[in-house]
C-alpha cells in the first residue's frame, strides 16, 4: 500500500514558477514510479510527467516539455514537479500517482497503470 500527498499548488500569474511536491508513505522503494496528471474543468485527467525512480528516466507531455522538470529524492520519499513558464492553460488539479516500476516507459503516460493516487493540489495561471 503506498500513501501520497501532494502540495504546493497555488495561484500565480503567468510567466511565474511552482514547485509542486509529491510526499509518499507506506511502500515507498524505488519499485515504484511516480507520475505527475492534472485535470481542468470538464476536461479529461491528462498526463503531465513520470519519474522511473529504479531507471532515473522520466517522460513529459508535448506540451510541458522544458517547461516543467520531474525530479525524486528517493531518500526522503519525495517526487517533485518543478513548473516554468506557467500558461492559463496549465490551471488545473494535479495530482500525482504511483505505479509499479516494471512498465514499458511510453505506459506510464497511461492512467491506467497506476495503482495509487493522492488527493490533488490546485493550480490556477492567471492571464
Known amino acids: 500500500q503506498v500513501q501520497l500527498v501532494e502540495s504546493g499548488g497555488g495561484l500565480v500569474q503567468a510567466g511565474g514558477s511552482l514547485r509542486l511536491s509529491c510526499a509518499s508513505s507506506?511502500?515507498?522503494?524505488?519499485?515504484?514510479?511516480i507520475g505527475w496528471f492534472r485535470q481542468a474543468p470538464g476536461k479529461e485527467r491528462e498526463f503531465v510527467a513520470a519519474l522511473r525512480r529504479n531507471h532515473g528516466t522520466s517522460y513529459y507531455a508535448d506540451s510541458v516539455t522544458g517547461r516543467f522538470t520531474i525530479s525524486g529524492d528517493n531518500t526522503n520519499n519525495m517526487v517533485y514537479l518543478q513548473m516554468n513558464s506557467l500558461k492559463p492553460e496549465d490551471t488545473a488539479v494535479y495530482y500525482c500517482?504511483?505505479?509499479?516500476?516494471?512498465?514499458?516507459?511510453?505506459?506510464?503516460?497511461?492512467?491506467?497503470?497506476?495503482?495509487?493516487w493522492g488527493q490533488g493540489t490546485q493550480v490556477t495561471v492567471s492571464s
Open positions: 507506506g511502500r515507498t522503494d524505488n519499485r515504484y514510479a
Open positions: 500517482a504511483a505505479a509499479p516500476d516494471y512498465y514499458s516507459g511510453s505506459r506510464y503516460r497511461s492512467s491506467g497503470v497506476y495503482n495509487y
